[in-house]
Nanobody, 116 residues
């Protein structure tokens, strides 16, 4: 059993910053990658950013230059630094872990609301 717990969401004004954290615990054999996804009401869940064990990153075009993903896999943690937030960034943000066997695990999500 693997659990992921996100934190750091909240309400912020446009132009502000937030830092999300995701800590994984439980029976984790090895982490291949972790990432952040988001889902706004009425929309599909979309990739925001991901990072591999080797440190390779991938970002959605809409967040490039504003968001930064980082990881400390020694403590099974991934972070998302979000700067210059926009109202369109408002969504529930979910953490995802992919283990050595390519199994996916998801957190429960943390809400980010950006006011204009």
């Amino acid at each position: 059993q693997v659990q992921l717990v996100e934190s750091g969401g909240g309400l912020v004004q446009a132009g502000g910053s937030l830092r999300l954290s995701c800590v994984a615990s439980g029976s984790i054999f090895s982490i291949n990658a972790m990432g952040w996804y988001r889902q706004a009401p009425g929309k599909q869940r979309e990739l925001v950013a991901s990072i591999t064990r080797g440190g390779s990153t991938n970002y959605a075009d809409s967040v490039k230059g504003r968001f930064t993903i980082s990881r400390d896999f020694a403590v099974n943690t991934v972070y998302l630094q979000m700067n210059s937030l926009k109202p369109e960034d408002t969504a529930a943000y979910y953490c995802k872990l992919i283990d050595f066997f390519s199994r996916d695990y998801w957190g429960q999500g943390t809400q980010v609301t950006v006011s204009s």
